[in-house]
């Protein structure tokens, strides 16, 4: 029966021409200039077939994808979802910041969650309709302040109205330059997350859908290996996961 399904699965693929549209959910750890460059470079040769994009945010994608509403996603990925296949385009470090003079003690390594509830935290909001998981890094008893994407959630730590955790990529440079304070250490330590192109595995693909596939395969990894690292505070040297 197994086999049998394969196969149907497989003459639906044949039987398909190619794609007038492709549904591209980009989650909110994408980078967007290396891969919308890569989605471009894809794209501009076959105008026979449209891309439609949309943004989704902490769980919204895998729903986006599982609902078949997507064709393919680019986000973390559940990978014991069997469901699902992926590709690994790299690692994204989320970084626990604050804005200088924020906090009126140091920002150092030794920062405690009990020492941060006083303080509000700056969480992204989850897309999806029925969200499948709890809030992440979340500090218990502290004061939340809730926006749509990572850049509204920059511009709120920027500004010293709350703190929380931001891609690497988003921040180069405000940590180069002191606008943006790494608090990570023993007990904010940040996460590394791996960003993935994933879809269905349980599902045909047509051709295009299958070139794309194989394009972003050639092209992984995608990101630079500095952006999965997280820069500890105080100058602390930079941990690999």
Do not use: N
């Amino acid at each position: 029966m197994h086999e049998a399904e394969e196969l149907r699965t497989y003459a639906a693929q044949l039987a398909m021409g190619e794609e007038a549209e492709l549904r591209v959910v980009l989650g909110d750890l994408c980078p967007l200039p290396p891969v919308l460059e890569l989605l471009s470079r894809f794209f501009a040769p076959r105008p026979q077939t449209r891309l439609h994009l949309q943004f989704e945010t902490v769980t919204g994608p895998w729903e986006r994808l599982l609902e078949d509403e997507a064709d393919l996603i680019v986000h973390r990925v559940p990978k014991s979802d069997v469901r699902m296949e992926w590709i690994d385009l790299g690692r994204v470090a989320l970084v626990p910041v604050v804005a200088p003079g924020f906090l009126p003690f140091p920002a150092d390594t030794d920062i405690t969650p009990q020492r941060m509830q006083a303080f509000t935290q700056c969480v992204v909001r989850d897309s999806a309709r029925h969200p499948a998981e709890q809030g992440h890094f979340l500090v218990e008893g502290a004061p939340r302040s809730s926006v749509p994407d990572h850049l509204m959630k920059k511009e709120l730590i920027l500004h010293g109205m709350a703190w929380g955790h931001l891609p690497r990529f988003l921040i180069e440079s405000e940590l180069r330059d002191g606008t943006l304070l790494s608090i990570a250490g023993r007990h904010f330590p940040g996460v590394v997350e791996e960003l993935s192109a994933a879809r269905r595995r349980d599902r045909p693909h047509g051709p295009v859908a299958d070139q794309l596939w194989d394009f972003l395969a050639r092209h992984a990894p995608l990101l630079r290996p500095a952006l999965g690292r997280v820069p500890e505070a105080d100058g602390a040297p930079e941990r690999h996961r």
